[in-house]
């Protein structure tokens, strides 16, 4: 009797051991399978997200995510007062002033450049009230890029990584082993990382679809009138110049003949001397008559 009640308890404890076992293996079977889905997501991203779309119907995303842009050219009859006008309505309208310049070429040329973000429902209004105060439109080009289907394909891939996420959170608490956790903690950080890739890129998208950019430069249309130049009917000061110049010249000329007199002083005497003699000589040769 005491044999059969030794091999009784002998088998419960085999039994005990052996769903042990095969409990902790099962968590690590699924562990790996897990980080083997991960390494096939990877490989064969485009595949998943289309299978995600059948799968899932596209209700999150029911109207067309469209990014606006517009390049204008304007002129403008006041530069000043046209930005600041701008400017005062981008703010009525809920936008923003990204950026804003001012060139002045020259003394009758002067132009401006602004940027500004301005919400998708307030664009084509803006757009209007621009060219309506401009006095001439010179450049208008308005494009648009639909990114409805790259949207509607990230949140498919997030959806994915949440699902892996929330397997990988599951098995972390069945893990009991050291080494099981630091692999799925491995394989977990992975895809929270991806995760988190992913909603920049939808942030990003939402943000450029709720607000169009606009860059405007505007001309001054200037009407430049002549005026008379003072500066080139100076009469008093031009003759005044004019009476000096030749006073110089005077001067000049005649400090150079006295330079030149007393310098040569010398050679002069010496001609004078010659040329005398020579007469009175010449002149006592002469018969009288």
Known sequence: ??????????????????????????????????????AVESATDHSTVDTAQEVQPKESTTD?????QAQLQVKVKELENAMHQLKKKAADYGGYIVESNVYRESADTVSGKMIIRIPENHF??????????????????????????QYVDLQSRVKSKRAVEERLLAFMGDAEK???????????????????????????????????????TMFEDRVVVPTVDSKNLDTW??????????????????????VFLIGNLPVIVLLLLVGTGVYFIIKRKKPNG
Not at 28 to 34: F, G
Not at 190 to 216: C, D
């Open 1 to 38: 009797m005491k044999g059969k009640i030794v091999f009784i308890l002998f088998l419960c404890f085999v039994l005990v051991a052996c769903s042990s076992n095969h409990s902790e293996n099962l968590v690590i079977e699924e562990s790996k399978a897990v980080s083997n889905d991960i």
């Open 64 to 68: 067309r995510m469209i990014i606006h």
């Open 124 to 149: 084509q209004a803006i757009l209007t009230d621009t060219e309506e105060q401009s006095a001439e439109v010179l450049v208008r080009n308005v494009t648009g890029q639909d990114v409805t289907e």
């Open 178 to 216: 050291t080494e099981d956790l630091l692999k799925i903690s491995s394989d977990l950080a992975t895809v929270q990382e991806e995760i988190e890739v992913i909603v920049g890129k939808m942030n990003y998208l939402e943000n450029q679809t709720a607000y169009s950019t606009i860059e405007i």
């Open 237 to 258: 000061g031009k003759t005044k110049k004019q009476l000096a110049t030749s006073t110089n010249f005077i001067l000049a000329a005649g400090s150079g003949l006295i």
